[in-house]
C-alpha cells in the first residue's frame, strides 16, 4: 500500500479512540455553522481541527478540506484528504452511532470520485471498526488503543441483501422514490439510524440499499459529494456494490463545488439496478 495511504489510515486510527474519548464533554452546540448551514457541536470543532492536525502532518498529504471548513487548506503537497470529521454528530446528545469519513483523492478539490485512490470510514458503535478500500478491496480493521487489527479482508456485500434505509421525511419523498420504496420494503427489512456511516456499514455487512435521495424540498438530497458520497460509494464499489446519483455511478458525478450536495443511493447491485429502472 502507497506509504501515504498508509499513512491516512493509521493516522485516522489512531486518531479515534482520542475524538472517542473528547465526546463526552462536548454534546453541546458549538454556536456556529459549517459551510452546509448544519449547526455545529463542540465535537464537529474539536474532531475537525485534530484530523487536520494528524493528517496534514503526513508527508504527500497536499491539502486537508473539510465538511466543516469553507475551503481546503494548503498543508503540503500530494494527495488532497477529504473528511467528514464526525458523521452523523446529531447521534450524540441520543447516544447513537457516529462515524468519520475519509476520502484520499490524487487531484486538487472538488474533484471527481475518479480521482479516490484510497477511503476509509470509521464506525464508533458498541466497538470501534474502520473500513478501508485501496486498490480495489475493502478491508475490515478493529481499531483498539489506535491500532488497526485487521479483522476481514477482501470484504464483499452478501449475495441475498436484507436491509434498507432511506433518508428524509416519507412526504417529502417524490413520488417514484416512493415507489422503489413500496416496492422494495416487503422484501427488505428498515435499518435507518441518521448516521450515514451506522446505515452503509448494515448494507455491506447483510447486503441491500442505503440512500439519501432526492426530495420535493431538495432535489439534490442532503450528503455531500467530496466527503460522503465520494468516499463511501468507493468503498461500497469496491466491495462489489454498486453506488448511484439516480441515474449512474456516484463516481462520475461532476464535481463542481467543494459543498455541493448529490442523491445518493448505495447498495447490492440488482437493487440499484432496479432503483434506476424505476428513478425518472
Ligand atoms: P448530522 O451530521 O447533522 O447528524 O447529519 C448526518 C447526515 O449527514 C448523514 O450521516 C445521515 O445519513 C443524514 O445526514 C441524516 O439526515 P436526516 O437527519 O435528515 O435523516
Redesign the pocket.
Known sequence: MADTVAAVRDAVAAAAPEIRAGLPGRREQAGSENPSG?RRLAA?EYADELLEERLGAIDGVGAYASEERESAVDVGSGYSVAV?P??????LKPNNV??TIVGVYDASLPASGRDLVAAGYVLYGPITTMAFAHEGTVTEYLVEDGEATTLNEDVTLPEDPTVYGF???VPDWPADVAAYVDDVESELKLR?G????G?VNQVLTYGGVFA?PKLESAPEG???LQF?CNPVGYIIECAGGRSSDGTGSVLDVDPTGLHQRTPVYLGTPSLIDRLEATLD
Open positions: 448544519e464537529d467528514d464526525l458523521d452523523g454528530s446529531s447521534n457516529m462515524g433518508g428524509g421525511r435507518y441518521g448516521a450515514m456511516i446505515d439519501y442532503k450528503l455531500r460522503e
